[in-house]
């Protein structure tokens, strides 16, 4: 387990173009990263939140107010849908989107919970529920919902503000979910006839795998540490007993650590070269870390504000939401933006 703290700022040779993109050093342990080119792919969004990727390497993008779901090609976006159910308050609305065949899923917040739809993208409002009762608040809702290597629906839930919701088995609250692409209980999950396939989560905005199948979430800390957690079937992460390392083994330990002032992640991925980014807002930046919990870089420190997720992109690149229009961010002329990377 690989604690990160504030990192002193890296000396790049002297290079002042690379200050800025590079504001924190590796761990010693690390290779200094690759530069990076940094580009707007689209302008003039309100609060994006999910991003998901079609066949035709076109983009799905939600706003968590508005509720609309915009299609991006190059670099334009359109009007694809507005998501009528979903009921925008605090953390609340249109968040999560994925694509599974000819479907795309997005999470939302409705009248009485969170809740999964699907809809066949040349029929966007014909909207199909898929699950329902997913605990809802001003805050917690959790809402990244990604497809795995199994070809199965997983679903991060926040605890929506009731902290012991985390470690009760029978609540949807402060969970990972596991479910068919119907909308069931997928087969082989650990506690039987249930969606729940992990536990003792505060609020999980982050879900991803790497090459080899292990997944990973990425989870906000109250007051002290933030996480990135190497998730396992059946596994009880601690909270709100344990925030961060715990002694006790009936936790599973991350495998690494921010300060929240430092972090506070929301989503992350696995990009091309092996590595988790991990999209943070208060700390506005972008991390990459090893799968290990290792040599931890920081990008962006600072320069586009807030960032609510990144995704690797088909060609190679990774793609990065910024969040300024969020009710807590500062917004620039043109946020808020998808901004395209390329090492």
Not at 239 to 244: D, H, S
Not at 275 to 300: F, H, I, K, P, S
Not at 303 to 321: C, F, I, K, N, T
Request: glycine share 14%; aromatic share 8%.
């Amino acid at each position: 387990m690989v604690t990160v703290v504030a990192l002193v700022v890296a000396a790049l040779g002297g290079v002042a173009a690379w200050r800025g993109w590079f504001s924190e050093p590796s761990v010693p342990s690390a290779p200094d990263a690759a530069p990076a080119a940094v580009t707007d792919v689209v302008t003039d969004l309100r609060a994006p939140w999910g991003l998901a990727f079609q066949r035709d390497g076109s983009a799905l993008v939600t706003e968590r107010d508005t509720a609309r779901i915009l299609t991006v090609q190059g670099n334009s976006a359109r009007e694809l849908t507005v998501v009528d159910e979903a009921e925008p308050a605090g953390e609340g609305g249109l968040l999560g989107i994925a694509t599974a065949g000819d479907w795309v899923y997005v999470y939302y917040t409705a009248a009485d919970d969170n809740r999964i739809a699907r809809f066949h993208p040349d029929r966007p409002d014909t909207r199909e529920t898929v699950f329902t009762g997913i605990p809802k608040a001003g805050n917690h809702n959790g809402g990244r919902i990604a497809f795995g290597p199994d070809g199965m629906l997983y679903v991060g839930t926040g605890d929506a503000g009731n902290r012991d919701a985390a470690q009760d088995r029978a609540s949807l609250g402060g969970k990972i979910l596991r479910l068919t692409p119907d909308g069931a209980p997928a087969p082989g999950n650990p506690f039987g006839a249930t969606p729940v396939y992990s536990y003792g989560h505060r609020n999980v905005q982050g879900l991803a795998w790497d090459t080899s199948g292990a997944m990973f979430a990425s989870e906000f800390g109250q007051n002290t540490y933030d996480e990135l957690n190497r998730i396992e079937p059946g596994r009880n992460y601690g909270w709100p007993e344990a925030e961060g390392d715990s002694t006790d083994p009936a936790f599973t330990n991350p495998v690494a650590t921010w300060r929240t002032s430092d972090a506070s992640p929301s989503g992350i991925a696995v990009g091309p070269d092996g590595r988790v980014w991990m999209a943070c807002l208060r700390g506005e930046r972008l991390y990459t870390v090893g799968t290990d919990g290792a040599g931890a870089q920081a990008l962006l420190r600072g320069e586009h504000g807030r960032l609510r997720h990144v995704a690797a992109a088909p060609d190679g690149s990774m793609w990065v939401l910024t969040s300024n229009h969020d009710g807590r961010g500062d917004p620039a002329p043109g946020d808020d933006r998808i901004l395209r990377l390329t090492l």
